[in-house]
Every structure is written in C-alpha cells, then in structure tokens.
C-alpha cells in the first residue's frame, strides 16, 4: 500500500498554499494561486481614500502604495460583475509578490514544505501503534492536545515520529 505525504495541487505540483476553511480544491502550488490577471482578495485592498475618510484630515500614508507601480503594485480595476465595476478611480489598490501577482486572500496558509495528508499522519499513528510506541505520552503530543485539543502535525513531530518507527523496524 502506497501512501501518499504530502497534499498535491489539482496541477500534480506539491501544494504550498492550503485554504484554511474547509471545502474542495483546498490545495494550490505556488504556480496556481494567484497570476497576474487576478484582482486578488479584497481583504488584502487598500484604499487611498482612506486618508480623507477616516483620519479626520490626518495623513495616514500607511494606507498609500509604496514601490513602483505594477511591479510592487497595482490599482485594483474590474469589469462590472454583480452590479459593481470598480475602476483605478475608486481607490483601490493592491500589493504584489516577487512575480506581481497579488497575494492570496488571508484565510490561506503558506509552507514550504507542502503539507502532509490525513491520510499520511494516519499512518504513522497505525506505526506508531504497530511498534508499541505511546504517541499519546510524547510531551509534544501532549502539549499540543493540552493547548489546542488534537495532535498537530508540524514538520518536527513527523520527523521525530519517522526516526522513532525507523529506529524500531
């Protein structure tokens, strides 16, 4: 039996970026997440208009784009879609990546390394079992059940985890 470690975007690649809300194609490399064409997530907008409408006057240059244009970033444009179009006079602008595309929304998560399947960590809970080893007394288990309920499987357990059924083949 194969068992597949890590999640795969729908593109076959090692999936870097995963939509933290559950739901279907979840999974994206770092090729597929965003391109240059999209507008990005509205939760990553700024408005250069918030200097006049919130500040009471007060410059608030925080919320003005810094770098060069469509390099560093860009003005948020979109043909009308539901009844709203947004064009570069509404304000609003976005920030770009190294490849201009925008970032993805805030409710993805990032690693480098991929992330590894349920399927995956099963397994090495069934190993663990399998070798006699008591997953449920390591201390990091334990801490991380005592502070947020499950086992997380961050890429030190599952290293320490492998050595552990490697070490007791």
């Given at each position: 039996m194969v068992v597949k470690k890590k999640e795969l975007c729908n593109c076959g690649k090692k999936a870097v970026w995963v939509y933290a809300p559950v739901g279907i194609d979840r999974y994206y490399c770092d090729e597929c997440i965003s391109n240059k064409d999209d507008v990005g997530c509205s939760c990553n907008w700024e408005n250069i208009n918030e200097n006049r409408l919130y500040s009471g006057g007060k410059d608030?240059?925080?919320?003005?784009?810094?770098?060069?244009?469509?390099?560093?970033?860009?003005?948020?444009?979109?043909?009308?879609?539901?009844?709203?179009?947004?064009?570069k006079e509404d304000g609003y602008w976005i920030t770009l990546d190294e490849k201009q595309r925008p970032y993805p929304c805030c409710e993805y998560d990032y690693s480098k390394d991929g992330f590894y399947t349920e399927e995956y960590e099963k397994f090495l809970e069934n190993e663990c079992k399998r070798i006699g080893y008591d997953l449920m007394n390591d201390p990091e288990v334990k801490q991380y059940i005592k502070e947020y309920g499950h086992i997380l499987w961050l890429d030190d357990l599952i290293k320490k985890v492998e050595k552990i059924i490697k070490e007791n083949k």
């Amino acid at each position: 039996m194969v068992v597949k470690k890590k999640e795969l975007c729908n593109c076959g690649k090692k999936a870097v970026w995963v939509y933290a809300p559950v739901g279907i194609d979840r999974y994206y490399c770092d090729e597929c997440i965003s391109n240059k064409d999209d507008v990005g997530c509205s939760c990553n907008w700024e408005n250069i208009n918030e200097n006049r409408l919130y500040s009471g006057g007060k410059d608030m240059s925080n919320h003005l784009p810094k770098g060069i244009e469509n390099i560093d970033w860009r003005w948020v444009e979109q043909p009308e879609s539901n009844g709203v179009k947004i064009t570069k006079e509404d304000g609003y602008w976005i920030t770009l990546d190294e490849k201009q595309r925008p970032y993805p929304c805030c409710e993805y998560d990032y690693s480098k390394d991929g992330f590894y399947t349920e399927e995956y960590e099963k397994f090495l809970e069934n190993e663990c079992k399998r070798i006699g080893y008591d997953l449920m007394n390591d201390p990091e288990v334990k801490q991380y059940i005592k502070e947020y309920g499950h086992i997380l499987w961050l890429d030190d357990l599952i290293k320490k985890v492998e050595k552990i059924i490697k070490e007791n083949k």
